[in-house]
């Protein structure tokens, strides 16, 4: 007789306390089995692939996209025992006891998984599975060849979760069972079973925001392509347009709109949420003082365009924020005090050690600010490379819970939208922020002369528990005379 089993949402990391249901990867019918990336959420502070705990079929999705579920509440029901076997007769065959217990909501223990148990499954199943398995043979090929290119890019994904039994990169999905799109029994929405696409499309997708599952696919088997992709954002460009002339206005796609369309109202949660939280407990928590300096980096910009045409520097991107990053380490190296945090609860000043340099980053999920780890021990390429990788995966949404962990200090690139300065909040736990400024060309006293330089600003916010005005601008000067005259660094190296 089946066997049910529940698998309820665990926490991902941070000891959060509740994530959105993103996209499921399976739908009632599939059969499942341990270590298949079977959903994607949303926590505070990133996407997560969960992995199933179970081998079984799906009986039941409790939870639908879109949905905000409290860590410890079911999402999904299994019957681990599709064979069908009798209670009681628990026996392999050779008189042994099955007894291989599985980690779920539940005591129930899960059935033997041997090849044996597989092949035996397609003669018990539930009706309508057995009616899908009937087709298998027919379409095995076209099953094999829709699995390898709209599933590609999952294996390697790394999104996994301590306690799970998952090894990073092992995640996949199972390959849709032939037939799910013409189910016994009725009608089905097409959108139930996990989308087909490539991973070039996919990316595309995930940059834009855009749910695949809203895409009509005009592809072979179901497969959604980019052009389905552009043909659905101009579909939905007019008919945004429409309802608000002359306005894009995606991040109301999530809202309720007032019957008169005058206001819609957006629920505030993931990553918006939590930066609301910490950037309300940092300004009323942390006493704020914020310093400028406008400084002449021309020299500066020199470097980026030797190192830029230098072949060692070929495989990397630089840029004048990797010379600012490099200038606050050397900063930091000199004046240590200033990379600490403030333990209220036992009324202590944390100094620490090692230098975690938070970058902060704006994606389509919100800000984010994930650091470099141990930053201080990065020789200049090895940094560029870091920071990098960092921007990549900010800007895919791929960031993970742990590399926004244990951050000791920031930067706010700013410039990078045209803005000159600007009075930045830290980031919790953190002594001090810098703002990097736009650079711009600029009348500048040079050698008593008024000449054309690159001119930016730099403005760095601390916590005055923990920063004197005195040592904020020493910190502050030192950033500015390394990008001032960029062989500073070689003195203080």
Not at 12 to 41: M, P
């Amino acid at each position: 007789m089946p066997t049910y089993e529940r698998f309820n949402l665990p926490d991902a990391g941070e000891g959060l306390t509740e994530a959105d249901i993103v996209t499921w990867h399976i739908a009632v019918g599939d059969a499942i089995e341990v270590n298949q990336a079977i959903v994607e959420i949303e926590t505070a502070k990133s996407l997560v692939e969960l992995p199933s705990p179970f081998t079984g079929v799906v009986t039941k999705l409790l939870v639908e996209v879109g949905d905000t579920v409290e860590v410890g509440a079911p999402i999904l029901e299994v019957d681990v025992d599709p064979d069908g076997e009798p209670a009681g007769d628990t026996s392999d065959g050779n008189g042994a006891a099955a007894d291989v217990a599985v980690e779920s909501g539940t005591d129930a223990a899960s059935p033997p998984s041997g090849e044996a148990d597989k092949d035996a499954a397609s003669d018990h199943r539930p009706r309508e599975v057995a009616a899908q398995a009937a087709s298998r043979s027919a379409h095995s090929e076209e099953s094999a060849a829709r699995s390898t290119e709209g599933d590609a890019d999952e294996a390697g994904s790394g999104a996994v979760l301590v306690g799970y039994g998952v090894k990073p990169g092992t995640a996949k999905r199972r390959p849709r069972k032939a037939g799910a799109l013409d189910p016994v029994g009725g009608e089905q929405d097409v959108h139930d079973y996990p989308v087909l696409a490539k991973p070039p499309v996919r990316k595309l997708a995930k940059e834009l925001g855009l749910d695949l599952s809203t895409v009509t696919p005009s592809g072979p088997g179901g497969l959604v392509t980019r052009e389905d992709v552009e043909l659905h954002l101009k579909a939905t460009a007019a008919q945004t347009l429409a309802t608000y002339p002359g306005d894009d206005q995606p991040w109301l796609a999530a809202g309720t709109t007032q019957t008169d369309g005058r206001a819609t109202r957006v629920p505030v949660k993931s990553v918006r949420k939590r930066t609301a939280e910490a950037m309300v407990h940092s300004a009323f928590t942390a006493p704020h003082v914020t310093e400028f300096l406008t400084v002449d980096v021309t020299a500066t910009m020199d470097l980026v365009k030797r190192l830029k045409a230098d072949r060692d520097f070929a495989d990397v991107r630089v840029t004048p924020l990797l010379l600012v990053a490099k200038a606050l380490l050397l900063a930091v190296r000199r004046h240590p005090e200033v990379n600490a945090s403030w333990d209220e609860e036992r009324q202590e000043i944390i100094y620490k050690h090692y230098v975690n340099l938070g970058i902060a980053a704006s994606t389509p999920r919100g800000l984010v600010v994930p650091n470099i780890k141990d930053a201080h021990r990065l020789p200049l390429h090895a940094l560029a490379i870091e920071l990098q990788h960092l921007t990549a995966e900010a800007r895919s949404g791929s960031t993970s819970p742990g590399a926004m962990r244990d951050g000791t200090i920031t930067i706010t690139n700013v410039g990078a939208l045209g803005i000159d300065t600007g009075t930045p909040i830290l980031n919790p736990g953190e002594a001090a922020i810098l703002a990097f400024g736009s650079i711009r060309e600029q009348p500048w006293v040079h050698e008593g002369e008024i000449k054309i330089r690159w001119v930016t600003q730099l403005a760095l916010s601390f916590d005055h528990r923990l920063v004197d005005g005195e040592l904020g601008a020493r910190v502050l000067a030192d950033v500015g005379r390394v990008m001032n005259d960029p062989s500073q660094g070689l003195v203080w190296a």
